[in-house]
Nanobody, 115 residues
Framework: QVQLVESGGGLVQAGGSLRLSCAASGIIASFDSMGWYRQAPGKQRELVAT???????NYGDSVKGRFTISRDNAKNTNYLEMNSLKPEDTTVYYC?????????WGKGTLVTVSS
């Protein structure tokens, strides 16, 4: 069974940076895609950043140029480096992994950006 554990959320001032981590445990021989979504209360889930299994990355329009996704295959961990944070980035960030067509989600980590 795949489990995803996020870490790295917290409180930061506008213009600051945070790095989120997502550690995957379980039997992961390969994956279809992995990355991050975010969802604010009352709003739709929003794509933040993703990796495909062939190494391509994709970013949501609102974070392009500010956020960078990376991964450490040896540690089954991916990272989301968030720079130039804005108050509107405040929300819960969820790590996900697609394996054999099945979506797995972490419990989320809260990022709060103060103005």
């Amino acid at each position: 069974q795949v489990q995803l554990v996020e870490s790295g959320g917290g409180l930061v001032q506008a213009g600051g940076s945070l790095r989120l981590s997502c550690a995957a445990s379980g039997i992961i021989a390969s994956f279809d895609s992995m990355g991050w979504y975010r969802q604010a209360p009352g709003k739709q889930r929003e794509l933040v950043a993703t990796f495909t299994k062939d190494g391509r990355t994709n970013y949501g329009d609102s974070v392009k140029g500010r956020f960078t996704i990376s991964r450490d295959n040896a540690k089954n961990t991916n990272y989301l480096e968030m720079n130039s944070l804005k108050p509107e980035d405040t929300t819960v960030y969820y790590c996900y992994l697609v394996l054999d067509g099945i979506y797995y989600w972490g419990k989320g980590t809260l990022v709060t950006v103060s103005s």
